[in-house]
């Protein structure tokens, strides 16, 4: 899979990316950017990496911030 975790502080001001966020606060949020088409594919990925599957998941787009 093609992603890239990412710093949201960063990132909002140079790239659109999305957030993996987690019902009842279970795991802290991930964020990441990437090409992917199949957004909920590249999450999945990222939690089986990165929160050791998790349940209760979803993503949340944050556009580019515009200066």
Request: charged letters at 30%; hydrophobic letters at 35%.
């Amino acid at each position: 899979m093609d992603y890239k975790l990412v710093d949201p502080k960063e990132e909002a001001f140079h790239n659109e990316y999305f957030e993996i966020s987690f019902d009842e606060q279970r795991h802290k949020s991930l964020y990441f950017t990437s090409n992917a088409e199949i957004l909920e594919d590249v999450a999945a990925e990222i939690v089986a990496r990165h929160a050791e599957n998790t349940p209760g998941w979803r993503i949340i787009p944050h556009p580019k911030i515009q200066h």
